[in-house]
């Protein structure tokens, strides 16, 4: 039976479509190289479920500075060379500093929302006191301590009021909030789902994690929103502290963006200064535990500068250059921000090292495969701050220099995405480190069983764009009786500035000024 033309047509448009739909996933020829793809979903199979940094690491390996990962219909180019980060994020920041359509993370996890200063010492040195009161009265609480220090110093400087307590319902929901995001968005599903727009209008039944992500926002939005109604009250009552809600409430007035959005952008910096300054500061905590050499040179110095009958202060850190490798080296030894938190995405193609890079690839920086390059650092699994003797710049300078190889970090980011609060986290964990250095020991636990030190394994790391050492055990002890006695003594002091029920702070602290309303 001879065939109509239409049919002929139908056909051929048929094999058109089949053949247009196996391109999918596919690595065109002079896009940066990158392992074997399959038809349709290019290398989703292969995206790892866990330690997603040594994978990343091992690609660079066998690829080069600059490879590609086929995500379905998506590009993602992966940096993992500190010249690459600056010649693309830096230098052609112009193009590269949009985000990528993240439809789990953006819209379903985050409603579309998400959006990633005056002097803030009077705070941080107030909630530094506290942690080392909490570490001297619960030592074996130590990663709490610290996140409450965090998670306190960040919710005064943002919001204007601070948290007194680890259990503070509302902190305890922010981590376990973030947490519930991290792990949405590293499954499978999420990057099916991101790669395939049409799978989106499935029921949720065919893809329950879209019902957890939504029920994940609603979560998250209620305490978003919640924290930045109650700061703009505030604000509107002249009952507020100086903080950058203060400024957003005059930026809503002048530019009527919604509540929702100006809690986003307040609570997105709220989880991502609790976070960072955590993390990193229990990954030195374990430091300590596994190099006690460092540990012993560090209170060296640190006693030879501030003596044992007062605390450091951050006028003593020009004179603490050890301690402040402690905190380039934390940063670089454990990058919080292990693949560089979300990848960035180029607005028009672009060319690199002979490559393409198409518009609309994300382009990924590669932190733990640049800090581990023994080319930079070597022998990069040591924690040694002597790496940084000579390096007297601070972490946003070091960011700008125009030798890449010299830069200290890559934890804060590149290009116009690079965090802008750096300078309050690298003083804040300057302040938290030669500290609790003056003041305690940090020991491994023993076990009573056999004698011997009970020591962490510092590649058991937590899973998702926010890494951390998994929790361990750790002895803080303080150093003799004169320092704890100092620690009491600083605490109480600092109490008196607080209200004795609410635990917030009585007054604007001296030297802060709150902007005229």
Request: charged share 25%.
């Amino acid at each position: 039976m001879a065939l109509t033309t239409s049919t002929v047509f139908a056909i051929f448009g048929v094999i058109l479509l089949v053949l247009k739909v196996l391109t999918i996933g596919r690595r065109p020829r002079d896009y940066p190289p990158g392992p074997p793809t399959l038809p349709v979903i290019g290398n989703i199979h292969q995206m790892p479920k866990r330690d997603a940094h040594l994978q990343f690491q091992k690609w660079a390996d066998e690829y080069g500075p600059i490879y590609s990962l086929m995500l379905g219909s998506r590009v993602l180019v992966v940096l993992s060379s500190d010249q690459a980060v600056k010649d693309l994020l830096d230098k052609r920041s112009a193009i590269y500093s949009a985000r990528l359509d993240m439809y789990i993370g953006q819209e379903l996890c985050s409603g579309g929302l998400r959006f990633l200063m005056m002097t803030y010492v009077p705070y941080q040195l107030l909630e530094n006191k506290q942690m080392l009161h909490e570490m001297l009265v619960s030592p074996d609480r130590c990663l709490q301590n610290i996140r409450r220090y965090a998670n306190a110093l960040t919710t005064t400087m943002v919001f204007g009021w601070r948290t007194h307590t680890y259990e503070d319902e509302k902190m305890k929901q922010l981590f376990e909030g973030f947490s519930e995001f991290v792990q949405i968005n590293q499954t499978g599903t999420a990057a099916l789902l991101d790669s395939f727009p049409l799978l989106r209008k499935l029921p949720d039944w065919v893809f329950p994690l879209q019902a957890r992500a939504k029920q994940s926002f609603k979560n998250e939005r209620e305490l978003y929103v919640g924290h930045w109604l109650t700061a703009k009250k505030a604000v509107k009552t002249s009952t507020i502290r100086p903080c950058f809600c203060v400024e957003m409430a005059q930026a809503q007035q002048e530019e009527g963006f919604s509540d929702e959005q100006a809690a986003y952008i307040s609570g997105t910096l709220l989880e991502a200064g609790s976070d960072t300054t955590s993390n990193t500061l229990y990954a030195f905590v374990q430091a300590m535990l596994l190099f006690p050499e460092v540990q012993k040179k560090a209170q060296e110095e640190i006693d030879c500068v501030a003596g044992k009958d007062r605390l450091p202060t951050m006028e003593d850190e020009p004179n603490m250059q050890y301690i402040r490798g402690c905190v380039k080296e934390s940063l670089r030894w454990m990058p919080t921000t292990i693949l560089g938190s979300v990848p960035h995405a180029v607005t028009r193609d672009d060319v690199y090292m002979g490559y393409k890079i198409p518009k609309g690839a994300g382009v990924m920086n590669n932190v733990w495969a640049i800090h581990m390059d023994p080319n930079r650092s070597p022998e990069p699994r040591r924690f040694d701050p002597e790496r940084f003797k000579d390096d007297f710049l601070n972490c946003a300078d070091s960011a700008t220099q125009p030798d890449a190889s010299k830069r200290d970090a890559f934890t804060f980011g590149a290009g116009r995405r690079i965090c802008q609060g750096m300078h309050v986290a690298e003083r804040s964990l300057f302040l938290g480190m030669s500290r609790m250095l003056w003041a305690f020991d940090i020991k491994p636990v023993v076990d009573p069983a056999t004698g011997k030190a009970i020591l962490p394994d510092p590649d058991r790391l937590t899973q998702g764009i926010m890494a951390m050492p998994e929790e361990f055990e750790v002895s803080i002890t303080p150093r003799d009786k004169s320092r704890a006695d100092l620690i009491e003594k600083e605490w109480q002091e600092a109490e008196e500035l607080l209200d004795p029920i609410t635990k917030q702070w009585k007054r604007t602290p001296e030297g802060m000024v709150l902007p005229s309303l």
